[in-house]
């Protein structure tokens, strides 16, 4: 250990932005009734995925007439899906502040190819929510997980709009208060802010959307893993365990055992107040240092997972070099691990703060980044 180090250590030192820290209870043996080697069609297997779905909808409150269905490859598979099956009957408008929001900028302008209304903002920033045209399909991402800016709620969404609104919402659900009302569709995936094994995602579509899929044909040829219809109408048993592709009944399992920690926590009530703590702890440390400042230039807009921050010491020169060798620091003494900021976002560092975080470990971790901004900086002033 290095010398003046501080005496607290985090008991979870694992802070990654996705996957996320499992939650502070689980043991494998929690995975012991996983229904391995069983077929996925079977009632063992249709009883564990239709009790993912309906569990979902309970700690989550979705109204009882959307559709929720459990789909691959994740939180991209599940907004891909989307996009390429409901965009095109009408004009669409794509919102962007950080990277995943501009993937399905490209995807939709570059790949679908249609002509859109592009809104952008810099990392930091939010676009002007209330100026879009909702009449047109809004494409958007409620918690920009690289740049730690979300939306502060859903007020300036209009409810007659006549357009659908497609909500990547995989750092939110399950940490804020999303306004089903407001959202057509939206994605998440479990390995975000429950902490579950990747590779599923999670699509729910509201009555709205699931009159668009069945009133609409795309120009595009579908691949058989985005179709969501036949013959006019919905694949209904997608949404009640009949899973396009195979599942992994070990991942289905996991997400179950989080869904139970969850209720065990207090719902999504307990799970926003464990986030808000987190973050918060992060919020107060910046507030009383003048060398780190939070990347959310609104305090209105800033995330309470993704929580991003920058250096502003004026004797930082280079700064993706120095963020590069605080994070670094913070995982040689293993204290910190995966809190570099995201490759394509400004240089900084990028700390998760959802509900499976326990507060105790962001308190113990603090005067750690303390120790390693003050050794950076002692770094750079004798070479100088």
Known sequence: ?????????????????????KPPTFKLDDLSDAALGRSHRAAIGKDK?????EETRELLGIPADYKIGIVPASDTGAMEMAMWSLLGARPCTMVAWESFGSGWVTDVVKQLKLDADVQTADYGEIVNMAALDYDTDV???????????????????????????????TSAAFAMDLPWDKLDVTTFSWQKVLGGEAAHGMLILSPRA?????NYTPAWPLPKIFRLTKGGKLIDGIFSGATINTPSMLAVEDYLNCLKWARAVGGLKGLIGRADANAQAIF??????DWIDNLAVDPATRSNTSVCLKFTDPRITDGAAFAKAVAKRLTDEGVALDVGAYRDAPAGLRIWCGGTVETS???AMLPWLDWAFAAEINALTEAA
Do not use: H
């Open 1 to 21: 250990m290095a010398k003046n180090t501080p005496a607290a250590r985090p008991a979870n030192p694992r802070f990654s932005s996705g996957p996320c820290a």
């Open 49 to 53: 995925l239709k009790a993912a779905i």
């Open 139 to 169: 494409v958007f991402t409620w918690n920009g997980t690289t740049a730690g800016v979300r939306m502060p709620n859903g007020d300036v969404i209009p409810a007659n709009r006549a357009g659908l609104t497609l909500c990547d919402a």
């Open 210 to 214: 699931v009159e668009r899929l069945e």
């Open 284 to 289: 107060n440390f910046c507030a009383a240092r």
């Open 361 to 363: 470990d962001i308190e």
